[in-house]
């Protein structure tokens, strides 16, 4: 069982990252490792400041060998990776043309 327990979440993360993809209508990916500062905020809740974290990080550290390594740029935590996961890539073509607009939660629209 405990061996079954990483591809449980693996599966489900999958899940959750293509509903979201598919929430918002939006195709493509942004490659970290090539994009500018400009296609980084095609990425949801990336402005300038972050896209400009990201590329700094890129630069000090190298390209980025896993998306979950994002984790480590200032303003990118577990659940921020989460909303961008389905937008982002390591490796290949940035494809994704316009900016990602998340739907409001519940929880948000309820304030």
């Keep these: 069982m405990k ?7 693996l599966v ?6 293509g509903a979201i993809a598919a929430e ?5 990916v942004v490659n970290v490792n090539t994009a500018s ?3 980084l905020q095609y990425l949801p809740r990336v402005g300038p400041a972050l896209a400009g ?9 190298g390209p980025f060998e ?10 990118i935590g577990e659940t921020s990776l989460e909303k961008l996961r ?8 940035t494809t994704l043309a316009e900016k990602v607009k998340l739907p409001r939660t519940a ?3 309820a304030s």
Excluded at 3 to 9: D, S, T, Y
Excluded at 12 to 17: D, K
Excluded at 24 to 28: A, E, K, M
């Design 3 to 9: 061996k079954l327990i990483p591809i449980i979440v």
């Design 66 to 75: 896993d998306v979950n390594e994002l984790v480590a740029v200032k303003g």
């Design 86 to 93: 389905p937008f982002v890539a390591v490796s290949g073509q």
């Design 107 to 109: 929880a948000t629209t």
């Design 12 to 17: 489900l993360m999958a899940v959750a990252t």
């Design 53 to 61: 974290r990201i590329l700094e990080f890129r630069e000090a550290n």
């Design 24 to 28: 918002t209508g939006s195709t493509g």
């Design 37 to 39: 500062a400009n296609e």
